[in-house]
């Protein structure tokens, strides 16, 4: 009696093929789990700030903000290179954010210059926290068309203003009216983040390019002066990236002007005087 194979059978498989397959989603696993645990020692450096701040050791807190923001950089690196970006390691890496980049550096404001201001200096510092989870919120949701710009500040560039000012000053400001630059350091950042206007995002370097040699020499360069001049070299990137929008958008305008006068001139002169023949 011959019987018609089912939907329910399955061509066996020999044990080398089934190894291989074995092999190969345990390896696929755990190239999903190395993102996500860079995105844990992000978190951790975000926790460690809060330890440090409330212990009154600033210099130290502010530290831990720069090492979350390159693990950050590196987490979604590893997942675009390795082709596992997946749902559970975005939220994953926007919760890590929220502590590491919202919580972790109003705390150490508040321990470096809001405290003396009171009420205002910590609501200052939740202003900062709710812009950056708003600014993390809309990212996840929002489909952006270019991806060479961000549609207002990263948390983590945001973050790293107040981080790196701690780390060049870390010694505090202990009265009400020298604190007041404080609440410049909490609430521009935090508008910025809620902002529309874009920011140069880095994720679509190609690094592969011929100007990858340049790229590698400006990097090379970046490390020399932070290894020389931290304080100084950190605060100058934190506050270039925070300015160069506005910079941005002053050379495009001063340069759509000169092109309407260079035009306008050109016209004036191709045209014939008035009352002549």
């Not at 074995?22 to 975000?46: A, D, I, K, W």
């Not at 870390?170 to 909490?186: K, Q, R, W």
């Not at 529309?196 to 190609?206: A, G, H, L, N, W």
Request: contains cysteine; aromatic residues 12%.
């Amino acid at each position: 009696m011959h019987l018609e194979p089912g939907p329910e059978r399955r061509p066996l498989l020999n044990p080398l093929q089934r190894r291989t397959d074995m092999q190969r989603r345990r390896f696929r696993r755990g190239v999903y789990l190395l993102p996500s645990l860079f995105t844990l020692g992000n978190l951790f450096c975000g926790y460690a700030c809060v330890v440090y701040a409330m212990r009154g050791e600033l210099e130290t807190a502010a530290t831990f903000v720069g090492f979350a923001v390159v693990l950050d950089m590196l987490d979604g690196r590893i997942a675009r290179l390795t082709g596992t970006t997946s749902g559970f390691g975005r939220e994953f890496d926007s919760l890590a954010d929220v502590v590491s980049f919202g919580m972790a550096p109003a705390l150490l404001m508040f321990r470096w210059g809001l405290e003396p201001l009171g009420r205002l200096g910590w609501a200052a510092g939740f202003v900062f926290v709710t812009a950056g989870a708003i600014r993390l919120a809309r990212f996840n949701i929002q489909a952006s068309s270019d991806k060479r710009y961000f549609v207002g500040m990263p948390i983590p560039a945001a973050a790293a203003v107040p981080a790196s000012t701690v780390f060049m000053y870390p010694y505090g400001l202990h009265d009400y009216p020298s604190a007041l630059p404080a609440l410049v350091l909490m609430l521009v950042p935090a508008l910025l983040m809620v902002s529309t206007i874009r920011f140069r995002s880095f994720k679509t370097i190609d690094l592969q390019a011929r100007r990858s040699y340049t790229i590698l020499l400006a990097v090379a360069i970046g490390f020399l002066a932070i290894a020389t001049q931290p304080r100084w070299t950190l605060v100058v990137l934190a506050y270039t990236y925070l300015l160069s929008p506005f910079v941005g958008m002053a050379i495009t305008r001063f340069r759509r002007r000169g092109g309407k006068v260079e035009a306008s001139h050109q016209t004036s002169e191709g045209q014939p005087a008035k009352g002549k023949s």
